[in-house]
């Protein structure tokens, strides 16, 4: 039986509470009945509120193999004689743990999850997820940090990414649970990653680097603003339409929804409504009949994949069944250069077959060798391409350049015209290689 602790006094957390929303305090005070670990980081918490400075630092914990996947934080809260003013959240260490493809999860496995935690002498404190998609395992002394990673592993999880090194990978809910998705994104995930854990386990890079799997332009798992290598499903033919499906959104919201929520709101003006019976056939559009006498066109021709319209009418409109995938690379937050979304380096390629999972196994590897080699210590992907220029790093990478890499839709191509026959006839072989 536990026995209920006492708690610090946290007027100042105490008002977090009391706003209309949940409270991470309250979560917080929760376990801190039942763990001394928890009471004493409320206790430091409040502090850093009273004083607004923060009081951890980092410092070397590990388990054996591994020599990243662990964040150490350390207590400098100390009376003068060195003493930490709460000692039993003295060390406070988190263990990223990679999360399934996917994230999927059965109850069963969170309860095991949670019993190996308390049990191996965590706090009880797990966030679902990081930023780079990680579990983590949050509050935990040095001592008992290789006993929770073992009941860990046991269960078949494994360490992820920390400092300089491969970071864990993230891939969306996908194919199971989404009809918008276009490729496999959990075999993506776990080709690439399989293939290269080493440079996770054992940080050597110049600088961290992720790759992310998104099955279709809504990119759920911010791929193309988060990560270096991003992966994101699309479709090259003509958008799908279930006309039923498209009818019911129609007779539900009427013809000023479908305007001013779907035609007038298609970036690239690629939606019409037009009379049925002045309609011609085109191979190029797709059609759904409204059932008033109009039908709604779209030109595929000048849709660039928002997916604004297949949000807005889930179901009628769908992507393609010639799908495929994107590769951007260059994704990041803050830092040196400000934040940068992914540049196109393949505009279109299958992903279906083995040899087509073999070849972006091939690519992820060649970009991560190059940015091995060539970023500058604490650069990342995005800053090294900005510094020797988007050309050279195609170059090195031997994809020609291709009038469908752009930098913004519609309108900035990379493609010069200098050696404008030899760069096409690069690119046709190219094309005529990765049909
Ligand atoms: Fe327009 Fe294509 Fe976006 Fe639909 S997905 S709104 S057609 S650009």
Redesign the pocket.
Known sequence: MSTQRTLHDTPLLDQLESGPWPSFVTGLKRLARDSGMMADLLGQLETSYETRKGYWKGGTVGVFGYGGGIIPRFTELKDESGKPLFPEAAEFHTLRVQPPAGMHYSSDLLRKLCDVWIDSGGSGLIAFHGQSGDIMFQGISTENVQTAFDGLNEMGFDLGGAGPALRTSMSCVGAARCEMSCFDEARALRTVINNNIDDMHRPSLPYKFKFKFSGC?NDCVNAIQRSDMATIGTWRDN?RVNEAQVRDYFTAHGMNDLFND?VG???????TVVASDKLQSDPHTSVAHLGDGNALC???R?????????NVIPGG?LPGKDKGVSILVGGKGVLKIGATIGSVIIPFMKLETDEDFERLNDLARNVLDFFSENALDHERTGEMIERIGLANFLEALDIPVDPNMIREPRSNPYFRSDDWDEQVAKWVEYKQKVA
Request: net charge positive.
């Open positions: 332009p958008i779907v709101r298609c970036p690239t003006k690629a939606i779209i030109d595929n000048n849709c660039v994949r928002c997916m604004h319209c297949l409109l």
